[in-house]
């Protein structure tokens, strides 16, 4: 007969293997952020606006981890950073950047694209 441990790792496994654990631990992590940052604001303490370049990094960052299938740690991310559920526009942050999109670049994030960038800056 089972034992209530041997249940609970049942579950355990099967919802890792389903990939739905992730999404629950991100999930719980949302809400406690976002549990303590109301205590936070309760308590009289504001968080300034930030810069547009801030936003602009942290608009990169999150396209760079919906790229590579982090959407749970995306998620976390928009709730932390107070950013809106749609993404900014990619021609707006490429035209902020004055960066020029080709072929190539428009099927990779564009941090990725930066890094690629910088590095051929760096051998030239």
């Not at 790229?67 to 707006?92: A, I």
């Not at 902020?96 to 690629?116: A, R, Y």
């Amino acid at each position: 007969m089972a034992t209530g441990k041997d249940l609970i790792d049942a579950i355990r496994t099967s919802l890792e293997a389903d990939g739905e654990l992730g999404q629950i631990k991100a999930e719980m992590r949302t809400k406690v952020m976002k549990l303590l940052e109301g205590s936070q604001r309760s308590s009289g303490s504001k968080l300034p606006k930030s810069p547009q370049e801030v936003l602009i990094l942290n608009e990169l960052i999150r396209e760079y981890l919906d790229w590579m299938g982090y959407k749970y740690t995306s998620t976390v991310l928009v709730s932390e950073c107070e950013l809106s559920k749609q993404p900014l526009d990619r021609s707006f942050i490429t035209k902020d950047l004055g960066t020029v999109e080709t072929e190539k670049t428009k099927e990779l994030p564009l941090l990725f694209c930066l890094v690629e960038t910088f590095k051929e800056l760096k051998g030239a």
